[in-house]
């Protein structure tokens, strides 16, 4: 299991996504550009989850999850 620190840091930055999902969620889209940041802050989310739930300590995810599609930038 992780040390208690990164679960503190896991448990921190996971309510954290949440809560910053919440109020994207809430804002007003035209050009889908809140969909889109949405999108990859719960996909950053799910890999905090998946790490947490390995036991292993917090690290940034891998280039291919964090990738921006270059449509959209």
């Known amino acids: 299991m992780a040390q208690p620190e990164a679960l503190e840091t896991y448990t921190r930055t996971i ?3 949440n809560e910053v ?4 969620r809430d ?3 035209p050009d889908g550009s809140m ?3 949405a999108d990859r802050i719960a996909v950053e989310r799910e890999w905090v989850r998946a790490l947490l739930a390995l036991g292993e300590e917090p690290r940034r995810p891998p280039g291919w999850l964090r990738r921006i599609d270059a449509a959209h930038t």
Do not use: G, N
């Open 15 to 17: 309510s954290t996504m």
């Open 21 to 24: 999902l919440d109020e994207l």
């Open 27 to 29: 804002v007003p889209d």
């Open 35 to 37: 969909t889109l940041l």
